[in-house]
């Protein structure tokens, strides 16, 4: 069992021809991912690798092959559009891997997709893997192993790190999601804490987050009020300068600079369990998993 | 991106903000040939990219314009926080009724662009807003719609009593959020917004941050960036497509994505280091990135010791392997190199080190713990 995606998730690659997309495909299939369709605005009617059809648009490939999810590899400049593009053909499920897209785009994306109930992961992000059925983006397969451990991160190596250090000891993994790190996301840690809640086969939550916003301290609060797994959390930036920042609305809006230890202590109060390194992990979730 | 302060006055005259008279010098003649067209006592004011620099003695007021030359003379050889002072602006000294607080920024909480504005304006405004957050109106604006009339007017309001105040200040609001959203700017202040007895309301100072992505479609933009202003060593990062903030310790970082470089400083200084710098060579495993974070990187005397953490996954690890044994070859690198290395295409990726002597580990924190420990050997 997993969160989101998993056997039955019938894929659409926007960008499939590209340089990454052509690549990342190819894992996704040999991964056992279903892949269904692809799409790159004048190259209808090809074929990618011998098998899978390409489109010109989403919705083109949607009516033909009944896609439910897209990943979108495609340059920031159009990335925007082809996630508007994806949640207006119809697909549940939205997962854009392509960083460097200007922040104040999404703020109109984002609303046109909850108008349409499309959920968004990322964008900047590694995208999801569900262990042993399905992986849509970029998160090496060779890592991941199947289990009982769900885990939600802001960032993309540091997630593999923690991962691997599970999968080496035995702890499988749920469902594995990256929402990405620049400021404004479509899925927050929140949403992915509450569908692990739901989901009978997550039985521990490994939660990694990073210095800067506030979105870790309301994970917690929403952890401690709504979540009746155990919860693990590291947060990277430990170390971090305060940036040279300038004005003060930053610091205005959120009456708060988003350091790492006003973070930790907001695990500490929501009773989610300290990862001071990565490989604390481990010791932690040994006394929680049956 | 942070602009300067001339540079976002400009963006905001562009606008239609009004604003009093001035103009930025680079040569303490040319400031006294502005005080001497403005005529009267006028502020010359440091143009870097710190805070605080009215206390660090980057803001004179000089009655004469011989006086605003000697203002000039002496802000513009000095440093704050550690940044050059290449240039001066140079204003009237405004005769000023009231100070107020008008920003907008782009809120990660409510996914939208958000004015935050308050009658207590002025350098303490963040003081204010900790201890009277009741002072501080917030609005957020649904950019499909833009900043609506009557959101304009409420935020006026909170600002103003006086009717002609009022007025004006609802077209600076309309003002502001055009300069934000046409410029994808992530942050936009004028701090203070004030009145002058006569009447008028005026941006005194201003602030505008870019958002970094923006740069690449708008070119215009990109050439505001002044690098004379920055840490020479970060201006290289860039140039080589890298992430890199200079600290101040001796354990030299190379990692593959931000999250991971952070964690990396993190265990260095959990292991009792401290690092010298953060460095992300990013998603790609270009040889010649790490070619070019090694130059970078051993160009601080500081470093006593440099330590490589890759996780492959788009990442290659044989491409950085490739990366440190062409680095190596190219120039004589003088304190130790820690390798560790996992994920994709590993097994080469040690071939290739052994052949040239070196050795790459497998655990993250071992290869910290020894980094440290060769750094507190040489030291």
Request: aromatic residues 4%; contains cysteine.
């Amino acid at each position: 069992m997993s969160i989101w995606i998993d056997k039955g998730t019938r894929l659409v690659v926007q960008g499939i021809t590209g340089r990454d997309g052509s690549f990342h495909t190819r894992q996704m299939m040999e991964y056992g991912t279903n892949v269904v369709a692809g799409v790159t605005p004048g190259k209808g009617g090809q074929q990618f690798d011998g098998g899978v059809p390409v489109f010109n648009t989403v919705a083109e490939a949607v009516a033909a092959t009944d896609a439910n999810c897209s990943v979108i590899y495609v340059p920031p400049a159009m990335a925007a559009g082809a996630v508007l593009e994806a949640a207006d053909a119809g697909v549940e499920l939205v997962v854009c891997i392509t960083e460097g897209i200007p922040v104040l785009d999404l703020t109109t994306v984002i609303p046109f997709l909850d108008e349409r109930g499309v959920r968004l992961i990322g964008p900047n992000c590694p995208g999801l893997i569900s262990p042993g059925s399905a992986k849509v983006g970029i998160i090496p397969g060779s890592i991941v192993t199947p289990g009982p451990v769900g885990l939600v991160s802001r960032s993309g190596t540091l997630t593999y790190e923690v991962v691997h250090h599970l999968t080496r000891n035995g702890m499988g993994q749920s469902t594995c999601v990256g929402i990405g790190g620049d400021p404004i996301v479509g899925t927050d840690f929140i949403d992915v804490l509450r569908a692990f809640n739901d989901d009978p086969a997550t039985e521990a939550i490994v939660m990694i987050g990073e210095i800067g916003g506030t979105a870790e301290q309301e994970a917690a609060e929403f952890v401690k009020a709504e979540v009746k797994k155990p919860v693990v959390g590291f947060i990277a930036g430990q170390t971090a300068p305060k940036g040279r920042r300038m004005g003060h609305a930053g610091a205005i809006i959120s009456g708060s600079s988003g350091t790492a230890e006003e973070k930790f202590q907001a695990f500490e109060a929501a009773g989610i369990g300290i990862m001071r390194r990565p490989v604390d992990v481990v010791e932690l979730l040994k006394g929680v998993l049956k | 991106m942070n602009l300067h302060e001339y540079q976002a006055r400009d963006l905001l005259k562009a606008a239609g903000v009004p604003m009093f008279d001035g103009d930025v010098a680079a040569t303490p003649t040319e400031a006294e040939a502005i005080a001497r067209r403005l005529g009267g006592t006028v502020v010359v004011k440091a143009q870097v990219h710190a805070g605080g620099r009215g206390k660090a003695g980057g803001v004179k007021l000089a009655r004469t314009p011989a006086d605003a030359k000697e203002c000039a003379s002496q802000i513009l050889v000095m440093t704050i926080k550690g940044l050059v002072v290449n240039k001066v602006l140079v204003v009237p000294a405004a005769d000023i009724a009231t100070e107020s607080y008008v920003g907008l920024i782009l809120d990660r909480a409510t996914q939208l662009p958000v004015f935050m504005v308050s009658a207590a304006g002025g350098v303490d405004i963040e003081e204010v807003a900790a201890a009277t957050p009741e002072k501080i109106t917030r609005l957020a604006v649904d950019p499909r719609y833009g900043l609506l009339p009557h959101q304009a007017l409420t935020l006026a309001l909170a600002l103003y009593q006086e009717w002609d105040h009022v007025k004006s200040a609802v077209k600076i609001m309309h003002q502001l959020y055009k300069v934000f959203m046409a410029n994808g700017a992530s942050l936009a202040e004028i701090n203070p917004l004030v009145t002058t007895p006569d009447g008028r309301v005026l941006a005194l100072d201003a602030k505008i941050v870019i958002d970094e992505n923006e740069l690449d479609r708008r070119p215009d933009l990109a050439v505001l960036r002044d690098e004379s202003a920055e840490e020479p060593s970060e201006v290289a990062a860039r140039r080589a497509n890298l992430s890199f903030i200079k600290l101040d310790g001796d354990v030299g970082c190379v990692v593959n994505g931000a999250g991971l470089a952070m964690a990396t400083m993190d265990l260095v200084k959990y292991y009792g280091g401290e690092p010298a710098n953060f460095l992300d060579i990013g998603g790609s495993s270009n040889p010649e990135k790490v070619v070019n974070a090694l130059k970078i990187i051993t160009s601080d005397p500081a470093v006593k010791v440099i330590l490589f953490n890759i996780f492959g996954g788009i990442t290659r690890t044989d491409d950085v392997a490739n990366g440190i044994v062409t680095a190596t070859k190219q120039f004589k690198v003088e304190v130790p190199i820690v390798i560790r290395l996992t994920g994709t295409n590993e097994e080469e990726a040690v071939k290739i080190l052994e052949g040239v002597g070196m050795k790459a580990m497998n655990d993250m924190d071992a290869a910290v713990q020894q980094a440290v420990a060769l750094a507190k050997e040489a030291a």
